[in-house]
């Protein structure tokens, strides 16, 4: 009797790991992207992000009405995209600072109904792959250096 209560709780240890790893994986997913939502606000604007400032290791979108200025300094991002959902009107100003895509492309306005500019008034934007304007729609998307 004792060898089927015991193999009963080692199942049940085991299910319940495999469902705090299951758990903390999609909670990981979760946060491999950051979304800008909308608004005016500078890039390092927390409140803005649905996960935090954009870091290397994100993927990070702006939707929506939304105006961001890159002020001075060095950021990190993983990718960008801008004005890619029907609806935006997304528009991101780079004003002294600098952006480093690390790991993908810089995308803008790409699909259908949405629009997207990226400013390059003063400062710099690297990007290590392609860069994406309008590639699949027409409409109003611009990058402008």
Known sequence: MYGVFRRAHLLLRNVAS???ALAATTHAADQDCTEWSSGVGNWTDAIHWSHGVPNPYQRTEV?????????PGTYLAGDLEVGLKAGDRSHVTIDGGQLTLMQDSLRIGELAGGEGDVVI???????????YVGAATSGRKQAVV
């Not at 939707?63 to 002020?71: A, C, K, L, P, Q």
């Not at 008034?121 to 860069?131: I, M, N, R």
């Open 121 to 131: 008034k003063d400062g710099a934007l690297h990007s290590p792959v392609e860069l």
């Open 18 to 20: 495999l469902s705090i």
């Open 63 to 71: 939707h929506g009405e939304s105006e961001i200025t890159i002020s």
